[in-house]
């Protein structure tokens, strides 16, 4: 091993906390060998609406006062017309928005009518512009993936006609797991782009135009590649994040820290330590963008276990590693360069707090920017303790076959439907297996109620039921704002009970609060035993006394009881048994989502854990899979 001497990875592997009066002190102790940042000029902002983040700190004019290199300052003064227009345009959306629901709705929908018209599907199913909505409701019903899946093969093939009009250019497949076994491919347009960008940029304008100081520093987004694999006819398939990160221009793309090339990297391992040298090698990092929490999660607790490999990387430099070719893989290994300096510091940092906290880490860093709702927030609880004092801004319901909805306030998972991309309907959840369901438009929702949504896109898909069960919370003027809360395959029910996934997560969430044990990852799952009931199988970091497991098996029973009025009669009538708990190591969560992954298709940033499995059958292919059937398992029985 080169740079690093065994002393100083002694110092590492056992770093000694010296006793500092005060974490102010302990800056003060490693500001001298600190050139390119102020720790002391760390800005913790912990207001909760947008509108409120300026005044927190009570000047609208606020600047990062040091450690800022002149580049940035320049960088952001440049970047101050763009960020005035889009303000501007989100502005504007939010007007037209709360005055009109209904006829921006209505707009959307004869314009994607015009689009696609001429398309084998909108032939097939008679589709014209000019059609009313009860027209098209007449003409095409609720579907899933399947009615799609024949016409998505024959443009895999090269036909694109049979799905898209002939403006309509293609550029990727999104290649996504859904609930189903097999992937699922959603045509990438080039409007569906542009609105997918629009709604990213509307979101994000107000985060630079609020929070202190964000236009001066850097953003790490992590993205998957777009590229993964290509059709017979030649079109990439793979991940949108990747084709907008591939596509911004040079301006834009200077504000993000890791490389769009990284996306490219197929090694999984090589994947995470880049984008750890790359995040931990800037200090000026001000923002983390991914889809879910867990994948900041998992970076920051590889940190936690093993920060000498990522201080090896960074004083070493990954060049070496980079197999990329082209003016690509030349511009990434500019960027895994030697880092000495920045090791150094942080090795000051780890001797003096025993860890690579991210408030200490990056002393200007503001937000984290993830999914906050539905089975992402049972992980929101310890991404707020990792990350002490830094705001958790949702950035909206979005899947591959689009974005739904816009967050307008801070540390929130509802958000305002974006009303001017797609056309949106709504199925009433109770009115699901109905065989002539109701369904709404968006102007027509009931606050509290929860819905199916229902998607007509771009893409060429209609009445699309992405099957995500969404609450409604409010209105903005016309337009309503939605909360996800989990996707309508995951209910379970053994005796008619309809347990939800947002009803395990509230509740193992709640037992975590009131019994102070974290649950790092969590999965509950029907068996059927001599008395059927739930096994909540848990992923536990630290060791938990047996005792601890009863009490916290207990808080989850009661909370489940408290939020459904079924499961608790059926309880106490005996009909379902009571929760049992068992504990997982932290390989077998792994294995899980590896097979997975493996099975669906997906990559990592967008897996999504599942906090409720209903099929029965998960226990035994889980254990099997992760090479515990046969092992005796901690087990607590109310």
């Not at 959603?186 to 997918?196: E, G």
């Not at 690509?328 to 500019?334: D, F, N």
């Not at 307008?408 to 297996?433: C, N, Q, R, W, Y």
């Not at 029910?493 to 974290?518: F, N």
Request: aromatic letters at 8%; one cysteine or more; charged letters at 20%.
């Amino acid at each position: 091993m080169s740079g690093v001497s065994q002393q100083e990875l002694e110092g590492w592997q056992s770093p000694a906390k010296p006793k500092v009066r005060s974490r102010a002190e302990a800056n003060a102790a490693v500001l001298p060998a600190v050139s390119d940042v102020s720790l002391q000029s760390r800005v913790h902002v912990p207001g909760r609406n947008l509108q409120d983040l300026r005044g927190v700190l009570g000047n609208p004019e606020y600047r990062v006062p040091t450690g800022i290199p002149w580049s940035h300052r320049v960088r952001a003064f440049f970047g101050r017309p763009l960020r005035a227009r889009l303000a501007r345009g989100r502005r504007r959306f939010l007007r037209r928005a709360a005055v009109n629901c209904q006829a921006l709705q209505q707009r959307v929908l004869q314009d994607l009518l015009k689009l696609n018209s001429g398309s084998a599907f909108a032939r097939d199913f008679g589709l014209t512009p000019g059609m009313t909505v009860q027209q098209l409701r007449g003409q095409v019903p609720i579907s899933d993936y399947e009615l799609y899946r024949p016409y998505v093969d024959r443009m895999l093939r090269g036909e694109t006609s049979a799905l898209l009009g002939r403006r309509n250019r293609l550029l990727m497949f999104a290649m996504t797991s859904g609930t189903t076994s097999s992937s699922k491919y959603i045509p990438v347009t080039s409007r569906f782009l542009a609105d997918y960008r629009a709604g990213w940029q509307m979101w994000g304008i107000e985060l630079y135009r609020t929070v202190p100081g964000l236009p001066d520093l850097n953003v790490v987004q992590i993205a998957s590649s777009h590229c993964r694999s290509l059709t017979p006819a030649g079109t990439p398939c793979g991940n949108i994040s990747g084709l907008v990160a591939s596509m911004q221009n040079p301006l834009v793309r200077s504000l993000y820290t890791i490389p769009a090339a990284v996306a490219d990297i197929s090694d999984a391992d090589l994947k995470r330590r880049l984008i750890l040298s790359l995040a931990y090698g800037d200090p000026h990092v001000g923002m983390f963008v991914t889809a879910n929490p867990s994948t900041l999660l998992q970076l920051f607790e590889s940190v936690q276990r093993n920060p000498e490999q990522l201080l090896r990387d960074l004083h070493d430099g990954l060049r070496s590693q980079i197999t990329l070719p082209g003016s690509a893989g030349r511009r990434l290994k500019a960027a895994v360069r030697s880092r000495a300096d920045r090791s150094r510091h942080l090795q000051q940092l780890l001797r003096l707090y025993g860890q690579l906290a991210p408030r200490d880490v990056w002393p200007n860093l503001q937000v984290m920017a993830c999914w906050t709702g539905g089975s992402a927030s049972a992980y929101i609880s310890r991404l707020r303790e990792i990350c002490e004092g830094i705001t958790i801004c949702d950035h909206g319901l979005h899947a591959s076959e689009g974005r739904m909805t816009m967050p307008l306030a801070a540390e929130t998972s509802a958000g305002m439907l974006e009303i001017g991309t797609h056309f949106f309907e709504f199925l009433p959840v109770e009115k699901a297996d109905s065989p002539d369901p109701h369904v709404l438009s968006a102007w027509e929702l009931t606050p509290g109620r929860e819905y199916y949504i229902l998607l007509t896109t771009s893409s060429g898909f209609y009445r699309y039921n992405i099957r995500d069960v969404v609450r409604c919370t409010g209105f903005h003027g016309d337009a309503p704002l939605l909360e996800f809360l989990h996707k309508g395959a995951h209910i379970s029910s053994i005796t008619g009970e309809k347990i939800s996934e947002s009803q395990v997560v509230e509740a193992v969430r709640a037992a975590q609060a009131d019994s102070g044990l974290c649950t790092t990852q969590f999965t509950m799952t029907p068996e059927w035993l001599d008395q059927p009931g739930y096994t909540l199988y848990v992923d536990l970091r630290r060791h938990t006394e047996s005792t601890q497991l009863e009490r916290f098996a207990s808080l989850v029973e009661q909370q489940l009881c408290s939020r459904n009025e079924e499961y608790r009669e059926k309880r106490q009538t005996g009909r379902l048994g009571a929760i049992r708990m068992r504990a997982l190591p932290e390989s077998a969560w792994q294995t899980l989502q590896q097979t997975r992954l493996k099975k669906s298709g997906g990559s990592a940033e967008q897996y999504k854990h599942p906090c409720l499995m209903p099929d029965p059958e998960f226990r035994s292919v889980f254990l099997q899979a992760c090479g515990l059937a046969g092992e005796p398992l901690r087990q607590t029985h109310l």
